[in-house]
């Protein structure tokens, strides 16, 4: 502060906006520029432990494939101005990815990351791009 010449009040306002977080941040402002979930996808991309299973199976054994990982936090609701209803948000926090060279099993992905929510994603390299994506809660007895 004192080697900047940073006022006082300018750090202590920069404190309390890192203090809430970017997500409970951006919640609070008007337009939040948070992406919306979009629930008619999500329903599709919302999986159980035995489907993510087939989808790990199905990686391809000669492609690299990227694993990334978030965790759930909470799902949050805001009105929507135009239509009086809502628009729902998840809050993730990303815990990374690993590459994988083959077919995963998901006590494989219950040992990195633990039971709960999480949304899992697998990009490809050779072809690149998006191979899928979906939340699937992943509990302990699969471990």
């Given at each position: 502060m004192?080697?900047?010449?940073?006022?006082?009040?300018?750090?202590?306002?920069l404190y309390h906006t890192w203090l809430v977080g970017l997500w409970?941040?951006?919640?609070?402002?008007?337009?939040?520029?948070?992406?919306?979930?979009?629930?008619?996808?999500?329903?599709?991309?919302?999986?159980?432990?035995?489907?993510l299973a087939q989808l790990l199976a199905e990686l391809p054994s000669k492609q690299s494939t990227r694993i990334s990982v978030a965790r759930m936090i909470v799902e949050f609701m805001l009105p929507e101005d135009s239509s009086n209803g809502f628009v729902e948000y998840r809050n993730l926090c990303e815990l990374g990815g690993f590459d994988a060279s083959g077919p995963l099993a998901v006590s494989d992905l219950i040992a990195r990351v633990g039971a709960g929510e999480y949304r899992v994603s697998a990009?490809?390299?050779e072809p690149h791009g998006l191979r899928w994506e979906v939340f699937v809660r992943l509990g302990e007895e699969l471990s």
């Open positions: 004192i080697a900047l010449r940073v006022p006082p009040e300018d750090v202590r306002e409970a941040g951006e919640l609070q402002h008007k337009e939040p520029a948070l992406p919306p979930r979009h629930t008619d996808l999500d329903v599709i991309r919302r999986v159980t432990s035995v489907q990009y490809g390299f």
